[in-house]
């Protein structure tokens, strides 16, 4: 398996554009996580999903931050509009299953907002 | 909700000798702990996890954890440190049938020859 694959590997975009980040999470895998990781605040977690349904949001920053799994091998996040302090690392993860199971972390996507 | 804490942003060891990366937790039930590395430029890879049973686990590359309910750690050691172990380590948690995965701060590992 290829493990879990994020594109772009790097991102540089001006301030206002329209940010999309894509993962594809492990075949079989039914959780799907994103987080962002900055000096500042560390790995934190935005949102993630159970079965293609996102279960808990409440990491993502605000409204110009949406994600998106419309199946089981696809997932977005979106920025729009995006600002420089979105510049970060962002990761996204797959785990077989709920509670005890651990994380595939893919490479990760370094945003740099201009 | 659970939550971890890595008390040390930095920790130092010269190769050869033990180490040990401190993490505590919080939770409301049952907690499943793990320890991840990340090396520069990739992402988290797993290096072990604590789930029931014997307290002192034992992972990838020479590393062990010992669960402490008691002290609610679960600190990441090492006998003998080698150059190549220098990397961020995060302790991370999760409640049993929830979901969400807590990441703690990070721990800069630094093995000097």
């Given at each position: 398996d290829a493990g879990v694959i994020q594109s772009p590997r790097h991102e540089v975009t001006e301030m206002g554009q329209e940010v999309t980040l894509r993962c594809k999470p492990i075949s079989g895998h039914n959780s799907l996580f994103w987080y962002r990781q900055t000096m500042m605040r560390g790995l934190e977690l935005l949102i993630y999903f159970n079965n293609n349904v996102p279960i808990d949001d409440s990491g993502m920053p605000e409204d110009r931050f949406s994600a998106k799994m419309?199946?089981?091998?696809?997932?977005?996040?979106?920025?729009?509009?995006?600002e420089p302090r979105d510049s970060a690392v962002y990761f996204c993860a797959s785990s077989p299953r709920a509670g005890v199971e651990k994380l595939f972390f893919g490479s990760g996507t370094q945003l740099s907002v201009l | 909700a659970q939550s971890v804490a890595q008390p040390e942003d930095q920790v130092n060891v010269a190769e050869g000798n033990p180490l040990t990366v401190k993490c505590t937790y919080s939770v409301s039930g049952n907690p499943y702990l793990f320890w991840y590395v990340q090396y520069p430029n990739r992402g988290l890879q797993f290096l072990l996890k604590y789930i029931t049973g014997d307290?002192?686990?034992?992972?990838?590359?020479?590393?062990?954890?010992?669960?402490?309910?008691?002290?609610?750690?679960?600190?990441?050691?090492?006998?003998?440190?080698?150059?190549?172990d220098s990397a961020l380590y995060f302790c991370a948690v999760r409640e049993y049938n929830n979901n969400d995965m807590r990441f703690g701060a990070g721990t800069r590992l630094t093995v000097k020859p």
């Open positions: 419309p199946n089981a091998s696809f997932s977005t996040l979106k920025i729009q509009p995006s | 307290n002192l686990v034992k992972g990838s590359y020479g590393f062990e954890a010992e669960f402490n309910k008691s002290q609610t750690s679960f600190h990441l050691k090492k006998p003998s440190a080698l150059v190549s």
